[in-house]
């Protein structure tokens, strides 16, 4: 009887190679940015960005932005209607903020109008791949905003 060592180890291999083959990493390369923060007596509007530098273009069902001024989680905005993001372009969208409480009224508030703050955005999107197949993605960017007041 043959050893059944070799079988075994090519077919291990097989399903690890079909295995890797699934975990696919298709929101390589967009990049959010939060590009200003506006507040008024009614709202705060942020300027944000999604940038495709890729060669394919992106149908997204939802984004969502997480934003954090110096450290603390100011608030959320994002898409809830689909957007498309064609190869080599940018989205540039301005959406209220939902504030996330009275220690984010107080950090926006801590920052001058006018003045610049760090920020980090962590966003995730919905990709729409065909027909009702989508696949989830989180990706996150930092940078220095702008801070306005109307």
């Not at 498309?84 to 372009?89: K, L, M, V």
């Given at each position: 009887m043959r050893?059944?060592?070799?079988?075994?180890?090519?077919?291990?291999?097989?399903?690890?190679?079909?295995?890797?083959?699934?975990?696919?990493?298709?929101?390589?390369?967009?990049?959010?940015?939060?590009?200003?923060?506006?507040?008024?007596?009614?709202?705060?509007?942020?300027?944000?960005?999604?940038?495709?530098p890729n060669?394919?273009?992106?149908?997204?069902?939802?984004?969502?932005?997480?934003?954090?001024?110096?450290?603390?989680?100011?608030?959320?905005?994002?898409?809830?209607?689909?957007?498309?993001?064609?190869?080599?372009?940018?989205?540039?969208?301005?959406?209220?903020?939902?504030?996330?409480?009275?220690?984010?009224?107080?950090?926006?508030?801590?920052?001058?109008?006018?003045?610049?703050?760090?920020?980090?955005?962590?966003?995730?999107?919905?990709?729409?791949?065909?027909?009702?197949?989508?696949?989830?993605?989180?990706?996150?960017?930092?940078?220095?905003?702008?801070?306005?007041?109307k």
């Amino acid at each position: 009887m043959r050893n059944p060592a070799p079988i075994l180890f090519l077919l291990a291999l097989c399903a690890g190679a079909l295995t890797g083959c699934n975990s696919r990493a298709t929101s390589a390369g967009l990049k959010p940015e939060v590009a200003a923060i506006e507040r008024s007596g009614e709202a705060t509007m942020v300027t944000w960005r999604l940038m495709n530098p890729n060669v394919v273009p992106y149908l997204l069902a939802t984004i969502t932005n997480r934003i954090y001024l110096n450290g603390i989680l100011v608030g959320t905005t994002g898409e809830k209607q689909p957007v498309a993001i064609p190869a080599g372009t940018q989205i540039e969208r301005v959406t209220p903020l939902t504030i996330a409480g009275p220690a984010a009224e107080r950090a926006l508030a801590d920052v001058a109008p006018g003045s610049s703050a760090n920020y980090r955005v962590e966003t995730q999107i919905i990709i729409q791949i065909y027909g009702d197949t989508q696949e989830k993605g989180s990706l996150e960017n930092s940078g220095t905003l702008k801070v306005t007041k109307k």
